[in-house]
T-cell receptor
Framework: GENVEQHPSTLSVQEGDSAVIKCTYS??????FPWYKQELGKRPQLIIDIRSNVGEKKDQRIAVTLNKTAKHFSLHITETQPEDSAVYFC????????????FGTGTQLKVEL | GAVVSQHPSRVICKSGTSVKIECRSLDFQATTMFWYRQFPKQSLMLMATSNEGSKATYEQGVEKDKFLINHASLTLSTLTVTSAHPEDSSFYIC???????????FGPGTRLTVL
């Protein structure tokens, strides 16, 4: 089955700096890679996703890059703000796998003033 | 939008009792729903895939007789934790996939505490 690794587990940045979270996956059949933001006790919120036919996608301060050859994808947050503080999860799924999501272990992002 | 609700949001029960959790897609139809469990400071672990009108598919290590899943309509899936024990205490989250797409929308979760 799919295995998704995520690094770092914790990340502390100063407000205004950029934050980068990296994930690797094992199943070459995976073709959908969403990123979720989860605040304590709340539901995961989809913030951006990318499919395997695209190398990069951007939405305002958030961008995701995908390297299919190396089987890794990254989340980039620019101009971080205190409200960006949360746990971020990457995930991977494949159509052949019934669209089941395999999640990474999560990154606790803390944006300090 | 794509709104998914869960009920109850929080439940406390005695060991040995059963608890039912409902997951509803409010403004779209969902042929497929997923049930996850999340322990404190850990990731979401998929428990089972719920398909409307058919039996659920359970992940390895998840007891199907303990975690009963029913997906009787395109907007409702239920998870029943039978004979709950303290080790079943966790945050249970469902997600729903809009029919024809692959994007999962998550419910707000149910905090289960078994005494």
């Amino acid at each position: 089955g799919e295995n998704v690794e995520q690094h770092p587990s914790t990340l502390s940045v100063q407000e205004g700096d950029s934050a980068v979270i990296k994930c690797t996956y094992s199943d070459s059949a995976s073709n959908y890679f969403p990123w979720y933001k989860q605040e304590l006790g709340k539901r995961p919120q989809l913030i951006i996703d990318i499919r395997s036919n695209v190398g990069e996608k951007k939405d305002q301060r958030i961008a995701v890059t995908l390297n299919k050859t190396a089987k890794h994808f990254s989340l980039h947050i620019t101009e971080t703000q205190p409200e960006d503080s949360a746990v971020y999860f990457c995930a991977a799924s494949s159509k052949g796998g019934g669209n089941k999501l395999t999640f990474g272990t999560g990154t606790q992002l803390k944006v300090e003033l | 939008g794509a709104v998914v609700s869960q009920h109850p949001s929080r439940v406390i029960c005695k060991s040995g009792t059963s608890v039912k959790i409902e997951c509803r897609s409010l403004d779209f139809q969902a042929t497929t729903m997923f049930w996850y469990r999340q322990f404190p400071k850990q990731s979401l672990m998929l428990m089972a895939t719920s398909n409307e009108g058919s039996k659920a598919t359970y992940e390895q290590g998840v007891e199907k007789d303990k975690f009963l899943i029913n997906h009787a309509s395109l907007t409702l899936s239920t998870l029943t934790v039978t004979s709950a024990h303290p080790e079943d205490s966790s945050f249970y989250i469902c997600s729903a996939v809009r029919t024809g797409t692959d994007t999962q929308y998550f419910g707000p979760g149910t905090r289960l505490t078994v005494l």
